[in-house]
């Protein structure tokens, strides 16, 4: 079965930047289209940003310019970087395929404050 390991959350203070990892445990990782997703309290998960097995990326309008996908194929792992980090950016983050298919990992939290 598919693990999905996030890491790289923490508290940080608006304005602020953080580094997000996501290793999964698939042989096929670079077949895949990876995306990150982030839920708020009390809200839905929400898509975040997305890069596909050719390095096309794609982002929500509320972080567009400010978060960059990447992906490391050689080591199953997707990132995502945040800059200029907002209260409104505050949530657990995630990562799966694209049509979330595999299951879900603990996520990992950011906190900002402002």
């Known amino acids: 079965q598919v693990q999905l390991v996030e890491s790289g959350g923490g508290l940080v203070q608006a304005g602020g930047s953080l580094r997000l990892s996501c290793a999964a445990s698939i042989r096929t990782f670079s077949d895949y289209t990876w995306s990150w997703f982030r839920q708020a309290p009390g809200k839905e998960r929400e898509f975040v940003a997305s890069?596909?097995?050719?390095?096309?990326?794609d982002y929500a309008g509320s972080v567009k310019g400010r978060f960059t996908v990447s992906r490391v194929n050689a080591k199953n792992t997707v990132y995502l970087e945040m800059n200029s980090l907002q209260a409104e950016d505050t949530g657990v983050y995630y990562c799966n395929d694209a049509t979330r298919r595999f299951p879900w990992g603990q996520g990992t939290q950011v906190t900002v404050s402002s």
């Open positions: 890069i596909s097995w050719r390095g096309s990326t």
